[in-house]
């Protein structure tokens, strides 16, 4: 992660991954087809073409499962579930911050909605939170939670950050316990900005919410998101770290966007 973070700094070119799993021959053998192809490239002479990666294909929403709520105000758009007009029951829910964009909205929900339908997570909620600081947030997930039917308690809440709103998400896993796992997604945090906001953590409590981070190995954001791993980990604070290729833009999130879900999913019910 050190040598990665020095050759972004002096600008050397490199590809840099972090997939699932330990020291082990099949985490290898997972990553070996890229890098023949990236081998392959070098050989001739020609930059790499990138990574074999499975493009996820985002399904057709039906119209109500997107919902506008007035919100003190403020529109907020919400993803439910294809059973949500036609059940009373009440579901998990990701509060997502930093996506803004309908186009970029639709395409993150058509993708839960794809592994709900497959079974592959259960059944839950996404709202696109505005832009907000900490206290505003809070204030606004308290008026969605009488106008959505949500499942009560901690447990049952996950919060995302995309960009430069996951520093303001990273700062909601402070003190109280509100949300059982969290996800940072192409963050725009710089190592300096990330120790300063865990020197006034308390670690226990941090350790008691399961965190994702899903960062791009090139990009602005790069030195950052490792540095972040390193401190969680010096910090023995269990959390899963990816590193894909990309430069963390807004079409980048869907490649790594199943992976996170199945871990909020899990936590959702352990």
């Given at each position: 992660?050190?040598l990665?973070?020095l050759?972004?700094s002096?600008?050397?070119?490199?590809?840099?991954r972090?997939?699932?799993?330990?020291?082990?021959f099949?985490v290898?053998?997972a990553?070996?087809?890229?890098?023949?192809r990236?081998?392959?490239d070098?050989?001739?002479?020609?930059p790499?073409?990138?990574?074999?990666?499975?493009?996820?294909?985002?399904?057709?929403l039906?119209?109500?499962?997107m919902?506008?709520?007035n919100?003190?105000?403020?529109?907020?758009?919400?993803f439910?579930?294809?059973?949500?007009?036609?059940?009373?029951?009440k579901?998990?829910?990701?509060?997502?911050?930093?996506?803004?964009?309908?186009?970029?909205m639709?395409s993150?929900?058509?993708?839960l909605?794809?592994e709900?339908?497959a079974?592959?997570?259960?059944?839950m909620?996404?709202?696109?939170l505005?832009?907000?600081?900490?206290a505003g947030?809070?204030?606004?997930?308290?008026q969605l939670?009488?106008q959505?039917?949500i499942?009560?308690?901690?447990?049952?809440?996950s919060?995302?950050?995309?960009?430069?709103?996951?520093?303001?998400?990273?700062?909601?896993?402070?003190?109280?316990?509100?949300?059982?796992?969290?996800?940072?997604?192409?963050?725009v945090?710089?190592?300096?900005?990330?120790?300063?906001?865990?020197?006034?953590?308390?670690?226990?409590?941090?350790k008691?919410?399961s965190?994702?981070?899903?960062?791009?190995?090139?990009?602005?954001?790069a030195e950052?998101?490792?540095?972040?791993?390193?401190?969680?980990?010096?910090?023995?604070?269990?959390?899963?770290?990816r590193v894909?290729?990309?430069?963390?833009?807004?079409?980048?999130?869907?490649?790594?966007?199943?992976?996170?879900?199945?871990?909020?999913s899990?936590?959702?019910?352990?």
């Amino acid at each position: 992660e050190m040598l990665h973070i020095l050759m972004h700094s002096y600008d050397v070119p490199h590809q840099y991954r972090v997939i699932d799993g330990g020291h082990s021959f099949r985490v290898w053998q997972a990553a070996l087809p890229d890098a023949l192809r990236f081998i392959s490239d070098a050989f001739k002479g020609k930059p790499y073409r990138g990574d074999l990666m499975d493009s996820p294909a985002a399904g057709q929403l039906l119209n109500e499962q997107m919902m506008v709520l007035n919100t003190g105000g403020e529109h907020v758009f919400a993803f439910v579930p294809d059973d949500y007009q036609v059940s009373d029951r009440k579901y998990p829910v990701i509060y997502f911050a930093g996506i803004t964009g309908q186009e970029q909205m639709a395409s993150v929900s058509s993708l839960l909605d794809r592994e709900i339908r497959a079974g592959k997570v259960t059944p839950m909620l996404m709202v696109f939170l505005p832009a907000k600081d900490e206290a505003g947030i809070m204030t606004l997930i308290d008026q969605l939670e009488k106008q959505l039917r949500i499942r009560p308690g901690y447990r049952f809440r996950s919060v995302a950050g995309y960009g430069k709103s996951a520093e303001t998400t990273l700062r909601l896993l402070n003190g109280e316990m509100r949300f059982s796992s969290c996800l940072l997604t192409g963050a725009v945090m710089s190592g300096a900005e990330a120790a300063e906001i865990f020197s006034s953590f308390e670690v226990e409590k941090l350790k008691r919410t399961s965190l994702f981070i899903d960062a791009p190995d090139d990009g602005c954001c790069a030195e950052g998101n490792g540095e972040l791993h390193m401190m969680l980990r010096d910090m023995e604070v269990n959390h899963e770290y990816r590193v894909r290729q990309g430069s963390g833009d807004g079409g980048w999130i869907s490649g790594g966007f199943g992976e996170a879900i199945n871990m909020i999913s899990i936590r959702f019910h352990r």
